[in-house]
């Protein structure tokens, strides 16, 4: 199954993708913040950059 997350990092949702990804699902994240693309690639999700301001 294909699931978007935010907050991949945080409390719920480290443990959260983590099962997900070893479950067999695409995880795809949206963060507030570039820096964490790597500790996201790293939980096997997927995290798109895209540039906005808001």
């Given at each position: 199954m294909k699931i978007v997350l935010t907050g991949?990092?945080?409390h719920i949702g480290k443990p959260l993708t983590e099962v997900l990804?070893?479950?067999g699902?695409?995880?795809t994240v949206i963060?507030?913040?570039s820096n964490r693309a790597k500790e996201i690639e790293a939980?096997?999700?997927n995290m798109p950059l895209?540039?906005?301001r808001i």
């Open positions: 991949s990092i945080s990804v070893k479950n699902h695409f995880i963060s507030s913040s939980l096997g999700a895209v540039k906005c």
